[in-house]
């Protein structure tokens, strides 16, 4: 596989082609809190004005990426069918393990702690509803999408999945009350270990879940729309 390294043309691209085809740039947006999953259509330049980040900065960090293959890159290379167990096994069962644990945790923590200035209040119910909503949306794509796609594959029948990309901006939006809750998964000091733990859960599950809009929005479902134009 070609792995397309930034050139002079680095901000014309979109953040979601350059996540999906540079090893590492998904970190790298992750720390300037670029959004490359739910607005990967933005080019760089326009992601980062909207963000406020350093241009400078994140073009050399970018730059600096050394060429290879990375988890991205290697997801790039799968099949179709490789990607989809790839996404349930990695995704779709990581967030069925983590969310009822952190849903505990965040009701022990806003209740022990509901004085507490920097108590997230209001958690425990954003992660409910991002269980409900998130558990609707992967029991389609493993019901519904998922065995549509297999198919398609052999067959190079149109998928569309404007819908599930619709369903992806509400996660996001989710991701940002998250973040907004938690000042970004920032503990208070003295914060006890049921804090800790409930903070550094969340940020991952923030994580694994950008990672697997990600995977599906840039790399995934651009496969099928490839098909879905030739029919």
Known sequence: MNTHIPGPELWERTVGDIAATLPGATAIFRKYKIDFCCNGDLTLDSAAQRRGVDSDALEQALEALASGTGGTAASAAMSSDELIDHIQTCYHEAHRR???????????????????????AGLSDALRQMQGEL?????????????????????????TTADFRHEHDDQGTQLRLLESLTDDFTLPEGACRSWQALYVGTAQLAEDLMEHIHLENNILFPRFASMENRA
């Open 98 to 120: 983590a969310l009822p644990e952190l849903i505990a945790l965040s009701r022990k923590v806003e209740a022990v702690h509901r004085e507490h200035p920097k108590v997230p």
């Open 135 to 159: 558990e609707e949306h992967m029991a389609k794509e493993e019901t519904v999408l998922f065995p549509a796609m297999r198919q398609s594959a052999k067959e190079n029948v149109a998928i």
